[in-house]
């Protein structure tokens, strides 16, 4: 009986809570989601998986990156971090040295080794990198959320399992970790730093041409002039352009859908499924995006940029037993 | 709140803040990584006039060098480097051109000689009917090692007829205040 009344003590508790509004209550409300105990795996997840994209993503443009410093100086304008610490362009050997530097880091940050230090030096030096990329006139979009997303993950413990520190720790006998606060804020940030990049650019098309930009005009002005520059350029002008700019009605319920994605990117963080419809619309989004205007925003095409939003370590996890168990297969093999 | 929670919550705190702050900066003013977004916020006209390449073959043939041709593979940055190259002057055009030419050695044997050309073209027109605007050639440079047949290309007027109903030049935008010019924000 006296478990009854407890039990019911405790239900009634949390309804009270739920009900209170004070901030106070707000708080604890949001402190307990921030803070909620999840599985190691979680964060472990979202930092392979990150690190796996800016691997590949600096290995990929390895040498563009090396070709910045043959551009005409007059193209040089420092921003953001780089003009703190740089004023002119760097020397070629040292600016191949960084590059080599954050790739070999992000392969620490993505295996997970002696991670307190190179979690925090891979996102210093991934700052430097891409702002210094970001410093030859022209200010990309598409490499913001990463570096933020390391930012996040760098300080967290992210590495406590799937990692050659867990592998290490493990051999000398440390227990696996169990599901804690500690391995949820760094998820909850990189999902709150995903929804305000969108609600920021919804919020900018609002600010600079205001309710002008939901008519369907705009956006097929864009659409039209930026692939008549990709033409004049020697580019490829996207495959879908064309034939849709004919249309000019097609534009309005594509402006709505746009905003509505970006401003509406908080519902994302309810989680489950609303989390998941948002996800799919924001990606649908970038793929509209490249067959209108050929413009690539690779992670979040790849879903990186979404992957906080998820439960990661479920279908990770997944993968990880099915490659162990054929791992385990062909060593079993007769020779 | 316990102490091991101290640095999770400032980290959250700074991290939040400094992505949300640009909402309350200039929204013209973009940086990196905090950016105000400002990609496809513009307000565009279809019409637009910019700097670029033309490559001609001895026949008069036209081709477009892509912007590998400039030294970089985003058209964005190459149309930067193109517009920087066009407020040096002549002879910053000259020097672009001529590198260019170089690289467009190796990429097409059939094209003789490159210019550096300013034309104002209205979108829909040039990209469904095909209808070109106004061009003007600022700077020509020879193909290296194909100086003969660049010399027999003929002058850009021959070359290019002029459109039945020529595009109005667009004056470019005046640059709002802080370092980024609305040609940054366009670019993605």
């Excluded at chain 1, 030096?121 to 990329?133: D, I, K, P």
């Excluded at chain 2, 101290?6 to 980290?11: E, G, K, Q």
């Excluded at chain 2, 700074?14 to 929204?27: E, G, I, R």
């Excluded at chain 2, 008069?60 to 480097?81: D, N, S």
């Amino acid at each position: 009986v006296s478990g009854k009344k407890q039990e019911r003590a405790a239900a009634a508790t949390k309804k009270k809570a739920k009900r209170d509004l004070s901030p106070g209550g707000l708080a604890r409300r949001f402190g307990g989601w921030w803070f909620a105990a999840v599985p190691a795996q979680r964060v472990a997840g979202v930092r392979i998986l990150v690190g796996l994209f800016a691997v590949w993503y600096l290995w990929g443009r390895y040498l563009s990156f090396l070709y910045l410093n043959r551009l005409p100086v007059s193209n040089w304008r420092p921003i953001g971090a780089v003009s703190l610490v740089v004023d002119q362009p760097l020397d070629p050997l040292v600016w191949q040295a960084i590059v080599i530097a954050t790739i070999v880091a992000a392969i620490a940050f993505t295996l997970g080794i002696l991670y307190r230090v190179t979690g925090p030096v891979f996102a210093l030096l991934l700052l430097f990198t891409t702002t210094y990329r970001n410093s030859w006139s022209m200010v990309f979009h598409t490499e913001n959320l990463l570096v933020m997303h390391t930012a996040a993950l760098a300080l967290a413990p992210a590495a406590d399992v799937w990692s050659v520190d867990r592998w290490w720790r493990a051999r000398r006998g440390a227990p696996m970790p169990e599901p804690d606060g500690k391995y949820a804020w760094a998820v909850r940030l990189a999902a709150v730093l995903t929804a305000t990049t969108y609600v920021i650019a919804g919020l900018a098309k609002l600010r600079l041409t205001g309710f002008d930009w939901l008519d369907g005009h705009q956006l097929r002005n864009q659409i039209g002039f930026d692939n008549l520059r990709k033409a004049l350029l020697g580019d490829k002008v996207a495959g879908l352009a064309v034939p849709l700019l004919e249309h000019p009605a097609l534009f309005i319920a594509l402006s709505l859908l746009t905003v509505a994605v970006e401003i509406g990117a908080p519902i994302a963080l309810l989680g489950g499924r609303i989390a998941a419809l948002w996800a799919v619309t924001a990606w649908g989004f970038h793929v509209g995006v490249i067959m209108l205007m050929g413009i690539v925003f690779p992670y979040p095409l790849y879903g990186i940029a979404y992957a906080p939003l998820f439960a990661v370590e479920r279908p990770m996890g997944w993968i990880g037993r099915q490659v162990g168990r054929l791992v385990a297969r062909v060593r079993k093999r007769p020779t | 709140v316990s102490r091991d929670r101290w640095l999770p919550i400032a980290v959250s705190v700074v991290l939040f803040v400094a992505t949300a702050s640009p909402v309350l900066k200039n929204p013209n003013r973009d940086s990196f990584p905090l950016s105000t977004y400002p990609m496809f916020a513009w307000k565009r006209s279809t019409t637009m006039t910019m700097e670029y390449l033309v490559g001609f073959s001895e026949s008069g043939a036209r081709w477009h060098p892509p912007p590998r041709a400039v030294g970089t593979g985003e058209p964005m940055q190459a149309k930067k480097i193109l517009e920087n190259a066009g407020r040096g002057g002549p002879p910053a055009m000259k020097t672009l051109c001529e590198t260019a030419a170089r690289r467009v050695a190796r990429w097409r044997k059939d094209i003789v000689v490159v210019m550096f050309v300013r034309g104002t073209h209205e979108a829909i027109d040039y990209l469904v009917y095909g209808k070109r605007g106004t061009e003007r050639e600022l700077v020509r440079c020879a193909v290296p090692g194909r100086e003969a047949e660049a010399a027999r290309v003929p002058p850009w007027a021959q070359l290019v007829p002029p459109p039945v109903k020529p595009v109005k030049p667009v004056p470019p935008p005046a640059a709002p205040p802080g370092r980024a010019t609305p040609g940054d924000e366009e670019n993605r």
